[in-house]
């Protein structure tokens, strides 16, 4: 009997050795302790042992259980712990691995410059007017003091959609819209896209302006070019400051063309001011009395200026883009640089 019990205590523990896997101890203890298992047959046949060897056999019978549980229970806690190292491993976070970064999409260009021209008028109190862009000759023109046969009609090739109506050239259009609606004083900034048969490298058949007008008593030059110096400011950088040179638009008297000092080489001249110091950015002047008398503003009391800025010029200036039309080919190579 002794040695029946040893020899299933051997081969218990060189099974529980064997186990490879939780499931697989479980088996091996059915196998041995389980109802039909080798040991508990053992005990079952304890009828057949003689009364007076039973306290005997039945020690040795307890002595190999309780050894083989305590190494099924060892057994079980490796299998376990291995177990838990291999979840461990397997779900294992690398926190120092750099994180994927998250692509987020931008405003384009002309919209940000746009919202920043916006953001900065709006400081200064100027309201935002919409224009339409299908206009009349007579608003697109003729009370911008352009009338039929006036030369300067050729400074813009025009969109004719019929004899009356057209693509508006230049936001200055929504100026007399403003001025007939509203009595001064007035100070409005007017975007919006404006259209011209003009197409090359910095010309786009289709482009942005932003039109400003400040209708008020005793609006001068100067108001307005204290007003572009804040402005220039703001948008190029501190250092940057404005020229005005002599120009001609119909609806102001006197035009001018503001350039501003190069932000790129702060005037001493580079690639970008082509070696002058200065760059052309908008055209502005006071507003002409002919355009003022026009919508009924007594020119006694009131005067005015006006300036137009074109959208994409700053833009490209801004962000050293030299070909407007990546400003309407959408690449998102492009794109996705400009994120102001
Ligand atoms: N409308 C002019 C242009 O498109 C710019 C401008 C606006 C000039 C207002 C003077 C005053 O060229």
Same mark, same amino acid.
């Given at each position: 009997? &002794?040695? /029946? #019990? ?8 060189? +099974?529980? @050795? %064997?186990? *490879? ?54 057994? &079980?806690? /490796? #299998? ?8 461990? +491993?397997? @779900? %294992?976070? *690398? ?246």
């Amino acid at each position: 009997m &002794k040695e /029946k #019990l040893q020899k299933i205590r051997e081969n218990a523990i060189a +099974e529980i @050795e %064997k186990s *490879d896997g939780l499931e697989r101890l479980n088996e091996v203890r059915m196998a041995i302790l389980g109802k039909k298992g080798e040991l508990t047959a053992v005990l079952k046949g304890m009828k057949e042992v003689a009364p007076e060897d039973r306290p005997k056999v039945g020690q040795w019978v307890n002595e190999t259980r309780e050894a083989i549980e305590s190494i099924l229970e060892e057994k &079980k806690k /490796k #299998l376990e712990a291995e177990a838990l190292r291999l979840r461990y +491993e397997s @779900e %294992k976070i *690398d926190v120092t691995m750099p994180a994927e970064k998250n692509k987020h999409g931008n405003l384009h260009p002309i919209t940000q410059v746009r919202n920043q021209l916006i953001d900065i008028f709006g400081s200064m109190g100027f309201e935002v007017y919409e224009g339409t862009e299908i206009e009349t000759d007579h608003y697109n023109f003729t009370a911008l003091n352009t009338p039929q046969d006036h030369p300067a009609r050729d400074m813009q090739d025009t969109f004719y959609l019929s004899p009356e109506f057209l693509l508006r050239t230049q936001t200055s259009a929504g100026q007399i819209h403003v001025m007939e609606a509203k009595k001064p004083p007035i100070k409005i900034i007017s975007p919006g896209k404006v259209f011209r048969s003009d197409d090359d490298a910095t010309h786009s058949p289709m482009f942005t302006q932003m039109e400003g007008l400040v209708v008020d008593k005793g609006i001068t030059l100067c108001d307005l070019k204290g007003m572009l110096d804040e402005f220039v400011k703001k948008i190029f950088g501190k250092e940057t400051t404005t020229r005005l040179r002599p120009s001609y638009f119909p609806f102001t008297e006197p035009s001018v063309e503001v350039d501003v000092s190069c932000f790129q080489c702060g005037g001493k001249g580079c690639k970008l001011c082509k070696g002058t110091g200065w760059i052309e950015v908008l055209g502005a002047g006071v507003v002409n009395n002919k355009v003022l008398e026009g919508c009924n503003i007594d020119t006694e009391e009131y005067s005015g200026f006006a300036f137009g800025i074109g959208i994409e010029r700053i833009a490209m200036l801004k962000y050293g883009i030299n070909n407007i039309k990546l400003l309407f080919e959408s690449d998102l190579r492009v794109l996705d640089q400009i994120d102001d």
